[in-house]
């Protein structure tokens, strides 16, 4: 009985040790580290475009947390950035990340985010320049954040890439659970990719077909930045629409 009861209970150590961790909480979203992010008396100079960039309602659906790690690809002047930086909190990352073939007609830009980063006050975004054909991050990421840029990487200028090998890029550097978020100029429903290079647009159920098959599953999208008044079949830079597409917001996660 005594040899029975000790190997019941070294059956029992080894099964609890075999047991599985259970898994890291997931961080939450907080309404008040956005709208102090939002509230940033440091990013003045741009909060006048916030009610038509719609940053409370986009980030809100996008999730991001304080502590996440970002990517903010090809982010221009650093609108999206900086409010990322704010939200995430000293214990997140912002990488702001160019494709090179962008790289060389944003040196201005670049030069601002890097005189940002190295600025205490957003002392946690990184700025980078990869290779057009790869985007890569240091760490497992939370989000990848692209506005206004999907429809560039099947263009010439940028190499004319397969869209599955930047989605399956995105798809590699996310976390499980991590989210890919996508704005862009609508196309016209039907035309696929080919007003991408012409006009600047792409069709929002091309861009959904080809994220999905990355692997990833849909999970909203909001419809704060359209406009009915936009015919769809004009290049974004004609004055008579500029700064005023209609643009979809989709969201995605990755299993």
Partial sequence: MRNITMALALGTTVLSGCTKAEPPTPRQFSQAALDKALADPDRKDQSGADARLKPGELIALAGVSPGDKVLDLIPGSGYWTRIFSK?????GKVYAVWPQAYARDAGGDIGKLKA????????????EVQ?????TAPEPLDVVWTSQNYHDYPDKFMGSNDPSVFNNAVFKILKPGGTYFIIDHMAKSGTGLAATDTLH????????KEVEAAGFKFAGESKVLNNPADPLDIAVFDKSI????????YKFVKP
């Fill in 87 to 91: 939200t995430v909190g000293p214990e």
């Fill in 116 to 127: 940002l980063a190295a600025d205490p006050t957003y002392g946690n975004i990184v700025t």
């Fill in 131 to 135: 290779p057009s054909v790869a985007l």
């Fill in 201 to 208: 647009r792409i069709d929002p159920a091309i861009v959904r």
């Fill in 242 to 249: 500029r700064g005023n597409t209609s643009q979809f917001a």
